[in-house]
């Protein structure tokens, strides 16, 4: 338990520190994710993409610029991937649901 | 005697491993990242639709095989390819997404063509107020379905500037940094002519909830208002109307769709057009 606490500590540590922005511009790519719907429609890119960003705080808090740097990197691909299936998807969704409503138009005007 | 070949071979065959494997070649995810490149440099959808985030995977690629000549190390041509891999598919499905999106307009394009209800009046329209912006639709029963074209722009063609959802941030009536340049370029127009007016045309999704979704769509108006009034435009050259969402552009039945309602276009007129009452 302490040792949760204290690693919960240090990760919140790695955010309110002066966080990299390469890691600043993961954080927004992975919100710009979440707000597209990835979690049910591209669950593995988001994942991937959380993992990569945790992954580079840790690096940073030990100081391994490099690293951390490509893992933030890494982890802003994978959140835009994740994005653009989920665009991809609803957009593909949503002309399926303009087709349908197409074929049925001239039955509501004739309401 | 016949044993000799293939035994030989065999140890050909180790030694070769073993010189392959001092040096740790990282050509599993290069080769990745070639056959996603080369897939989304074929696919017609993404030189249509996605060019710039083709252009950025296959200079990832370039500098992953430029990191190989340069013998650099085996961290660097991995990550590169990484991001090569990753861009491409990015590319694809940016392809896959504004191919549908593109289709989705050329349906209501051709529903359009039926009969519209009739455009707002831009003229006598008080700039600020939006309550007497908003028409009164008769009937509720299509509003959940049918897709209206946005009241025409006193006749006049494209906006000069449409902001979508994503240009707003978090409590939805803050405008993101990266819309800037956008109303930049409008405040230009205006500075370059002085008798250019402009007019936003601010909508919302259904929010079922006629006064909500005008109050939205003017507040998010009168951010735009105040963006250009603080590049030195004359607020009196400036209209304002907050449709509410009497004009979707998409279905409202689905978040992208409610996204996609979620707009102000900006109209830059000629000055003869009366704009402002």
């Known amino acids: ?111 | 005697m016949k044993a000799l070949p293939p035994l030989a071979a065999t140890l050909i065959a180790l030694a070769l491993c073993a010189c392959g494997s001092t040096p740790p070649p990282p050509t599993g995810g290069l080769e990745r990242a070639r056959t996603e490149v080369q897939s989304a440099t074929a696919d017609p959808a993404v030189r249509r639709y996605a060019q710039p985030e083709l252009d950025s995977a296959q200079d990832a690629f370039a500098n992953a095989e430029m990191s190989v000549r340069r013998k650099l190390d085996a961290r660097i041509i991995d990550h590169w390819a990484y991001l090569a891999e990753r861009r491409a598919a990015i590319a694809r499905e940016t392809g896959r997404q504004r191919r549908a999106e593109a289709e989705i307009r050329a349906a209501q394009i051709e529903r359009a063509q039926q009969p519209q209800p009739p455009p707002v009046e831009a003229a006598g329209l008080p700039p600020a107020t939006s309550s007497t912006a908003e028409r009164t639709t008769s009937g509720t029963a299509d509003r959940t379905t049918a897709t209206r074209a946005a009241p025409a722009a006193t006749a006049s063609a494209a906006p000069a500037l449409t902001l979508g959802d994503d240009q707003f941030a978090g409590d939805g009536a803050t405008l993101k940094p990266e819309a800037a340049a956008g109303i930049d370029r409008v405040a230009r127009l205006l500075q370059e002519d002085p008798a250019r007016m402009a007019r936003i045309d601010s909508h919302s999704e259904d929010m079922n909830n006629r006064s909500r979704s005008i109050e939205f769509s003017g507040r998010r108006a009168e951010v735009i208002r105040g963006e250009l009034v603080r590049r030195g435009i004359d607020p009196r050259r400036v209209a304002v109307r907050a449709l509410g969402d009497s004009y979707p552009v998409a279905s409202n039945e689905t978040a992208l769709g409610r996204q996609r309602n979620r707009r102000v276009d900006v109209y830059v007129v000629a000055g003869g057009t009366s704009v402002q009452p």
Do not use: Y
């Not at chain 1, 690096?59 to 994740?82: G, I, P, Y």
């Open chain 1, 1 to 111: 338990m302490a040792r949760l606490c204290w690693l919960l500590v240090l990760l919140s540590a790695a955010c309110a520190a002066d966080t990299p922005a390469a890691q600043l511009a993961a954080q927004s790519a992975i919100r710009d994710a979440e707000s597209a719907g990835a979690a049910e429609r591209a669950p593995a890119e988001l994942a991937s993409a959380r993992n990569h960003l945790v992954r580079a705080q840790i690096e940073t808090r030990q100081r391994r610029e490099d690293e951390a740097q490509f893992l933030a990197e890494r982890a802003e691909a994978d959140a835009r991937l994740a994005a653009a299936k989920s665009r991809a998807a609803s957009a593909e969704a949503e002309l399926g649901n303009v087709r349908r409503e197409g074929s049925g138009a001239g039955d509501r005007r004739a309401r």
